[in-house]
T-cell receptor, first 115, second 115 residues
Framework: AQSVAQPEDQVNVAEGNPLTVKCTYSVSGNPYLFWYVQYPNRGLQFLLKYITGDNLVKGSYGFEAEFNKSQTSFHLKKPSALVSDSALYFCAVRDSTSGNTPLVFGKGTRLSVIA | GAVVSQHPSWVICKSGTSVKIECRSLDFQATTMFWYRQFPKKSLMLMATSNEGSKATYEQGVEKDKFLINHASLTLSTLTVTSAHPEDSSFYIC???????????FGPGTRLTVT
């Protein structure tokens, strides 16, 4: 079975500081990993994904994530946080052997960037 | 990028009535669409997987007679909440996927309030 864990419900960071939102996963095969962001009363917006290749993935709005197979992690990072980054962030995984099945989402981490 | 729309974006209805929500992939054909429900400050709960031309696959605990899903074409899936009750009030989000290598593209969501 596939699963995703986002251990932090809330992350607070000062504007201009680096931010990290944590994600670990569990799949039986190779993982396809995704990060999405959700602003209030909106759908989910795609940030980045890891399918194969370079472990460091760069995405939208200056975000990046590093795939770490040994630690089964895919933490989201940004070197310098903006107040506008404040939102709800979801990590998601799909097993590469599972076909076109829905993504399995973590419970979400609320990021607050304080000016 | 691929765009998914939802209509309406919000709806208020009286208890006992039915409400239909449309999900459209605007610039691609989606053989598979997914319907999610999101409670306040919670993660997405997958309700069902909708395949064009066939019956939807519902997740455990989701009443298929209450949440009717139709996927009549490659660009349109509908969710009908029948005999709505106040506890059905929620944020409903659809998504579509090209195949397992691609991210799911999410609609903007529909907020349903049942009075």
């Amino acid at each position: 079975a596939q699963s995703v864990a986002q251990p932090e419900d809330q992350v607070n960071v000062a504007e201009g500081n680096p931010l990290t939102v944590k994600c670990t996963y569990s799949v039986s095969g190779n993982p396809y990993l995704f990060w999405y962001v959700q602003y209030p009363n909106r759908g989910l917006q795609f940030l980045l994904k890891y399918i194969t290749g370079d472990n460091l993935v760069k995405g939208s709005y200056g975000f990046e994530a590093e795939f770490n197979k040994s630690q089964t992690s895919f933490h989201l990072k940004k070197p310098s946080a903006l107040v506008s980054d404040s939102a709800l962030y979801f990590c998601a995984v799909r097993d590469s052997t599972s076909g076109n099945t829905p993504l399995v989402f973590g419970k979400g981490t609320r990021l607050s960037v304080i000016a | 990028g691929a765009v998914v729309s939802q209509h309406p974006s919000w709806v208020i209805c009286k208890s006992g009535t039915s409400v239909k929500i449309e999900c459209r992939s605007l610039d691609f054909q989606a053989t598979t669409m997914f319907w999610y429900r999101q409670f306040p400050k919670k993660s997405l709960m997958l309700m069902a997987t909708s395949n064009e031309g066939s019956k939807a696959t519902y997740e455990q605990g989701v009443e298929k007679d209450k949440f009717l899903i139709n996927h009549a074409s490659l660009t349109l899936s509908t969710l009908t909440v029948t005999s709505a009750h106040p506890e059905d009030s929620s944020f409903y989000i659809c998504s579509a996927s090209l195949d397992q290598l691609y991210e799911q593209y999410f609609g903007p969501g529909t907020r349903l309030t049942v009075t």
